[in-house]
């Protein structure tokens, strides 16, 4: 059943009367009708499908299915009924303003630079080309944007011609043309010609204004990011109010923010630097402090403590301190926070206990897990027991 494709004779038609042919469910039980004539674009050649209305009914999707326009509905509808179709016209517009836009920037990097597009995609917020180079410079970014600007604000004709396979050669086509029969180009006399079966503004000036956002390195290509039309003001907005609000909480005019922005960072180096240094002069304190009250046990003097949410990595550094001062140290230290035990064993380089079996014999009795060397150790496990009693237990171990 083929229908009439009112897109292509108007592309401006938002509104229109048809008979309905076929009311179906597809394979996955979504309902669909296909009507006689249609003015809503289904999903093809890179641009998404229209949205809108059949007598009221929501039209979520629309798809062309081996020849056959399904516009997806919500519910059955009587076939041979006439319908009002209504097409979801702001996401309309804005698709032909991307997919017209994409055209004029693909056009402009192979027209200044000889850059070729590879491929596009027309997203919901932003669009891409992914062009054929190694990498994208600033200005050469920028003066491609400043073409495509040109192209929109001279207002030049977007035509659209039907054509055979033998006419093909009459016109310098960006790419070769995938179909054989009813060929469709858009064309932008003396500047692009395309093979394209999507719907385009009348003139490139309705495309508004084309923005390069962006670009990142893909394997063989780079992937440029831009928005056309009332994107465009979109993203003016919403990149506004970012430098809006940075302006105030860094007290600087939004010249300057990147500035103002780097200052900080430095500044916040350089406290971490302090943080670090005075943490280290702690470490050495409190060794030192602890080193006093050592007790003596056999032949060896033994340093036992409790701490509480002390990050592990210091009670290593604390451990590390004392035994490397003291030969005949052993250090038992051990952290309790709120779910779990942590322990840290150390040993002074004349103490013949190794800690990695210490630390063994004790891990089981919290479920933990753990082990080092003989000189160091460290592990953890579950609160199944007072940090106290743990401590005892690796003195009852030794
Ligand atoms: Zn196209």
């Known amino acids: 059943m083929v229908t009439e494709k009112l897109y292509y004779q108007d592309q401006y038609l938002g ?46 999707d629309v798809e062309e299915i081996d020849g056959e326009i399904r516009h997806y509905i919500s519910e059955s509808m009587e076939v041979g009924s006439e319908c009002i179709g209504i097409i979801h016209w702001e996401r309309r517009m804005d698709h032909m303003q991307q997919h017209a836009g994409q055209h004029i920037l693909s056009a402009a990097f192979e027209e200044e630079y000889g850059y070729k597009t590879v491929s596009f995609h027309l997203g919901k917020e932003l669009c891409s080309i992914d062009i054929a180079v190694d990498n994208l410079t600033e200005e050469v970014a920028y003066e491609v944007e400043k073409v495509a600007n040109i192209i929109i604000i001279e207002n030049r004709p977007i035509e659209t011609r039907w054509v055979n396979r033998e006419e093909l050669s009459n016109y310098k086509l960006r790419k070769e043309v995938s179909v054989s029969e009813n060929i469709r180009l858009v064309i932008i006399p003396d500047f692009d010609y395309n093979g394209c079966g999507g ?69 916040f180096k350089e406290a971490e630097k302090t943080i670090a240094s005075l943490k280290q002069q702690l470490i050495e304190y409190e060794a030192e402090s602890l080193t006093v009250k050592a007790k003596e046990i056999e032949k060896y003097q033994l340093i036992k403590e409790v701490f509480e949410n002390r990050p592990i990595t210091e009670l290593q550094q604390l451990a590390k301190n004392i035994t490397t001062k003291s030969d005949m140290m052993i250090v038992l230290l051990v952290n309790e926070s709120d779910e779990k035990l942590q322990l840290v064993c150390g040993r002074g380089k004349n103490v013949s206990v190794s800690m990695n079996q210490l630390i063994k014999q004790v891990l089981p009795c919290i479920n933990g897990k753990g082990g080092g060397s003989d000189v160091v150790a460290q592990g953890g496990g579950q609160k199944l027991m007072s940090p106290d009693e743990l401590i005892n237990r690796l003195v009852d171990s030794l």
């Open 15 to 60: 509104r229109f009367t048809a008979h309905i042919r076929k009311s179906e469910k597809d394979e996955k039980g979504r309902f669909y009708v296909v009507l006689d004539q249609t003015a809503f674009y289904p999903t093809g050649g890179g641009q998404p499908h229209d949205t809108g209305t059949l007598n009221e009914v929501e039209v979520m």
């Open 199 to 267: 719907t385009h503004p009348k003139a490139t000036g309705q495309v508004g204004s084309i923005e390069i956002l962006h670009w990142e390195k893909q394997k063989s290509h780079v992937r440029v990011y831009f928005v056309c039309g009332r994107r465009v003001r979109t993203q003016l907005h919403q990149k506004h109010k970012v430098i809006q609000n940075l302006s105030v909480l860094l007290s600087s005019p939004q010249e300057e923010v990147v500035g103002a922005t780097k200052r900080i960072l430095e500044d």
